[in-house]
């Protein structure tokens, strides 16, 4: 068998593509995250239990509506969304006088109320969500087996997160944003709405948390804790790559997904801490993350 | 009788386009406006002159409604403004121009330009815009804020002309600026004069502004404490020395 560094080639690929798929979930969420840092300064704590939410959305749509796997790749969002707005109007609104602290400790509480309530009625074990039959098997390539639908996890969080970037930095409503980001005192002193820009902002965040579930949903399990394992690791994701940075937040999602999966390759023993300790050394040599802007 | 029922609700003049009443600001705890009154007719340039801390950028910044506490009351084209929150004050015809420019970095010059949304019609076209400082058609890719200090108050008055705002608060625009540059933002502001825009500056330099304005107001503590006519400040030149403190 061919080797590379005395790994064989087949498992150094395999781990390069778990990689990039754990990283494609990284930058969707990290993304989320970084938007809603950069406009609305909330650390939202509940994006992994949005996310956790747009899995069980797409398993219920299926199970009690029969909606199939490409509807609700397009419903769980905007539902997540939609429940996103009303946690920004009623609670989150109120804290953007505060400190930063008092954001993180609400969305936290909500991301243990969510977990909690799913966790009540549908338990821990997880439940099966089927590959959508257009996307099962996989293609065999001179190195590896390359399942289909992990090639499309790849792709599709590619696109949406290239389609973000370029809708933030190219068009209108994107330049409001930056601005509304950089000084919402005076784009609001200008005649722009800017608290509908925050709500839309969160809604937007959260209905990318509630897509990143979708896609997860045939990959992992469906379970209530499935957010709260990803989250952390998001965080230092979005940490590394410097909050708020938009293409910051993707590039350092799918590398940092790349480094975990050869980690898991060349010494396994450090695959779960590897972007922890990179954290640290980030923050000792750039406290502003790879990407930020230092304040 | 019924003129004296008139006089005792304090009301602005008929021909004012803005009437400040009575005007009373805060930062926080601490009290900056104690009853500013002004009033502005349309088609004035009218200049807020003072000492620093007197006052005279907070009384922008309650006009624009951004100012997060203030009360007494704020009339333009006779809407009661002092309630509103600031973008629908905007989008009652004021334009806002503040001190520091306000330039965005993460947008282009061409985005900052076309960033404040169009507020009434009639406001200039960005062809206008351009060949009133035409260093900004040139530099329309580059980051906002990679401009000359100069070039960022032209991008900062260039982008209200814009919005058809036809009250324009404009915070010192001349600070910090080289000669030749303040001389085209004052050709500028002549020119704007010209074109019927009302305009409330202001302004250290009252040499500068003796050579756009009608009026010259004096804020003192957060109050009006003089007001002269710009034909008249030659012979109260003392006196502006002394409220100036130069």
Known sequence: ?295 | MAEAALKTVPRASSDALLAVRGLEGWYGESHVLHGIDLDVRAGEVVTLLGRNGAGKTTTLRAIIGILARRAGSITYEGVETIGMASRNIARLGLGYVPEERGIFASLTVAENLMLPPIVKPGGMSVAEIHTLFPNLAERAGSQGTKLSGGEQQMLAIGRILRTGAKLILLDEPTEGLAPVIVQQIGRTIRELKGRGYTIVLVEQNFRFAQTLADRHVVIEQGRVVDEIANDALDANIDKLHAYLGV
């Open chain 1, 1 to 295: 068998m061919t080797t590379i560094f005395g790994v064989p080639m087949q498992a150094l690929f395999g781990q390069l593509l778990l990689g990039l798929i754990n990283g494609s979930f990284y930058a969707i969420l990290s993304l989320g995250l970084a938007i809603i840092f950069g406009l609305l300064n909330i650390i939202n704590f509940a994006h992994g239990a949005l996310y956790m939410m747009g899995a069980f959305v797409a398993w219920m749509l299926l199970n009690y509506l029969g909606v199939n796997y490409w509807w609700a790749l397009a419903l769980a969002p905007l539902l997540v969304g939609a429940f996103g707005i009303v946690l920004e109007r009623v609670l989150i609104a109120r804290l953007y006088k505060l400190d930063h602290l008092y954001g993180l400790l609400l969305t936290f509480g909500m991301a243990l109320i969510i977990q909690g309530l799913f966790r009540n009625y549908y338990g821990v074990s997880g439940l099966p969500y089927a590959i959508p039959p257009e996307l099962s098997g996989g293609q065999r390539l001179p190195f590896m087996f390359l399942p289909n639908y992990r090639a499309w996890v790849v792709v599709a969080s590619l696109a949406v997160c290239l389609a973000t970037w370029l809708v933030i930095e190219k068009t209108k409503l994107g330049s409001y944003l930056r601005a509304a980001t950089e000084n919402p005192t005076l784009v609001q002193a200008f005649g722009v709405n800017v608290p509908l820009f925050l709500t839309l902002t969160y809604g937007f965040g959260v209905a990318l948390a509630g897509f990143a579930g979708v896609l997860a949903a045939p990959i992992y399990s469906v379970n209530p804790n499935m957010g709260a394992d990803i989250i952390i690791v998001v965080f230092a994701v979005v940490v590394i790559g410097g909050m708020g940075s938009i293409l910051g937040s993707v590039i350092t999602g799918f590398g940092l997904g790349l480094i975990e999966g050869l980690t898991k390759v060349f010494y396994p023993e450090a695959s779960a801490t590897v972007i922890f300790v990179i954290m640290v050394l980030v923050l000792l040599v750039k406290p502003a993350g790879l990407f930020g802007r230092a304040a």
